[in-house]
């Protein structure tokens, strides 16, 4: 074969594979793959109950209202809600400390003295997180807290009241100015409403803070409830990070642990509670207030924890514990057979410790109800003074609220209206057999 023709085929197969070169390339920069449809794994929905603001659970438990003839008040929750409500359009300005030494004596005239009304919360609130509920015009309210906002509603001179937010417990008392208050609609929907309230009366003691209860005999209803379980595979689901590490392990016929090696959850399934920890997240230092508060009503929120009525009942920042309490009605539920509280310790990070029921109340179809009677407040104060197990002088509260039994049987819940008194930060049933003459007996 001649050198020109195997040039020309060195021309060729060069040229063919400069187009087979460009045909390469163009086909990479071109090419879309055909891929099978994603599946995306479905989210799980690990929310058991409805989500609660602030607002749904700080509230107020009992107002009180001091006129020039009489002290009458309130525990229900459409009077409080009503003037809450209310308030919200105020305007709060002027915060000023006025004593961190207020003595019992100094919250007792601030209280009954005429003209005022008083909104009675169960455990200090900090000022951050009812600065959600009643704004402050102040950046960064102080972390002290309240249990008695008291509001004096005789206009001062430029149209403008003057409320107190007091502590029972700190005795730290703090003065405001509210603004804004249309005095039509204060007069209609607050102060004109108390003169239809029950009566009430103070309970003076020496030296110590008064208690005010109801003059009159109660009426009241004892509900009988379907109990209703809640699944606690959910809670398992929602407090451990990953469910697929979770082991489970009996202990004893009436409760069963799961640990996924960090965290452990034990659930009581004679009381229908349940607790976890995290002991990761141990922590000595103090909380915050306001953020305990926040922190703890996200945690519920995550999981949709709050299953019933709860509010917030107490809060200990030094050892980062919130407690919020069943209620029913606007009463609150205690009991002797299961707990009726939802506790949070809080930790770093996220949540140390928790306990809560796992029951619910089938509030839809109640089983059975029967009205029935309490004796005034005034009555029972003056039978727990003659108690001589009890130091009458050491009660911080009476109240009205639900004594819960089981009926294991029929799965009930039984709630039974009784008066009930702190002390020493403890709750504890007062018996109603006082009626008729039976004897009056702490339970």
Do not use: C
């Not at 009426?219 to 407090?239: G, P, V």
């Amino acid at each position: 074969m001649g050198l020109k023709y195997v040039e020309q085929i060195k021309s060729i197969v060069l040229t063919l594979l400069v187009v087979l070169s460009v045909s390469l390339t163009f086909t990479i920069w071109t090419y879309t793959p055909t891929y099978e449809t994603i599946q995306h794994a479905p989210v799980l929905n690990i929310s058991i109950a409805e989500q609660q603001r602030v607002d749904d659970v700080i509230k107020p438990y009992k107002m009180i209202a001091s006129r020039e003839d009489n002290m009458t008040g309130s525990m229900s929750p459409f009077d409080l809600e009503r003037v809450v409500n209310v308030m919200k359009n105020w305007e709060i300005s002027d915060l000023t400390l006025e004593t961190n030494n207020l003595s019992a004596v100094e919250l007792n005239e601030l209280i009954h003295s005429h003209n005022r009304y008083t909104l009675f919360f169960p455990d200090d609130v900090p000022f951050p997180v009812y600065d959600i509920i009643l704004p402050f015009s102040i950046t960064n309210p102080p972390e002290n807290g309240f249990d008695r906002l008291i509001v004096n509603w005789n206009r001062t001179e430029n149209g403008e009241l003057k409320i107190y937010f007091a502590s029972s417990k700190s005795k730290t008392l703090y003065s405001a100015i509210a603004g804004n208050v249309d005095m039509n609609v204060l007069k209609q929907k607050i102060v004109s409403p108390t003169a239809e309230f029950a009566k009430f009366t103070e309970i003076q003691r020496k030296g110590k803070s008064s208690l005010f209860v109801s003059a009159q005999d109660v009426e009241s209803i004892r509900y009988t409830y379907y109990l209703k379980e809640i699944d606690t595979n959910r809670f398992r689901e929602a407090l451990f990070s990953d469910p697929n590490l979770i082991r489970q392990s009996p202990v004893g016929a009436t409760n069963e642990e799961y640990s996924d090696g960090t965290s452990l959850m034990n659930v009581n399934l004679l009381e229908r509670t349940l607790s976890f920890v995290n002991p990761s997240a141990e922590t000595f230092v103090p909380a915050v207030p306001s953020k305990l508060v926040f922190d703890s009503l996200d945690f519920v929120n995550e999981h949709g924890g709050w299953t019933d009525e709860y509010r917030f009942a107490s809060i200990n920042p030094d050892n980062q514990q919130i407690d919020y309490q069943l209620y029913l009605l606007g009463y609150p539920v205690f009991s002797d057979e299961t707990s009726t509280k939802i506790t949070a310790f809080w930790g770093d990070p996220g949540i140390y410790r928790y306990w809560r029921p796992y029951y619910t109340l089938d509030l839809s179809l109640p089983f059975d109800t029967v009205i029935s009677t309490l004796p005034s407040g005034e009555k029972a104060s003056r039978v727990m003074k003659n108690v001589n197990e009890l130091d009458f002088n050491n009660v911080d509260e009476i109240t009205t609220g639900y004594y819960l039994t089981r009926d294991n049987d029929q799965r009930l819940l039984i709630l039974e209206p009784s008066w009930f008194y702190l002390s020493n930060n403890q709750w504890s049933r007062i018996s109603s057999d006082v009626l008729g003459g039976g004897k009056f007996g702490l339970e």
